[in-house]
């Protein structure tokens, strides 16, 4: 199993900053893909970004060029900068990793972590 525990969420003016970090215990090398989604009221959860254990980064077109994934593999622990925040940015904000053991996939989340755009 793995265990995702997130931080950095909170209340922000447009045009600022937060860095959200989800730090990863547990079945580390199970570990195929860590991402952030976010669900605003009344919406659906949507992806915001995602990394691969290949490399690979996915952002949603909303948030390119505002957000960064990044990731410490010596802390377990993957970032995500968020700049130029928008009103609509507003959610709550969740971790995923996605897991394979060689025969099945599951999905872990964090608790997730809210993230308020206002002035």
């Known amino acids: 199993q793995v265990q995702l525990v997130e931080s950095g969420g909170g209340l922000v003016q447009p045009g600022g900053s937060l860095r959200l970090s989800c730090t990863a215990s547990?079945?580390?090398?199970?570990?195929?893909?860590v991402g952030w989604y976010r669900q605003a009221p009344g919406k659906q959860r949507e992806l915001v970004a995602l990394?691969?254990?290949?490399?690979?980064?996915t952002y949603a077109d909303s948030v390119k060029g505002r957000f960064t994934i990044s990731r410490d593999i010596n802390k377990n622990t993957v970032y995500l900068q968020m700049n130029s925040l928008k009103p609509e940015d507003t959610a709550v904000y969740s971790c995923?990793?996605?897991?394979?053991?060689?025969?099945?996939?599951?999905?872990?989340w964090g608790q997730g972590t809210q993230v308020t755009v206002s002035s």
């Open positions: 995923n990793a996605g897991t394979w053991d060689g025969s099945s996939e599951t999905d872990y």
């Open positions: 990394f691969t254990a290949g490399g690979t980064i």
């Open positions: 547990g079945s580390i090398g199970s570990i195929v893909a």
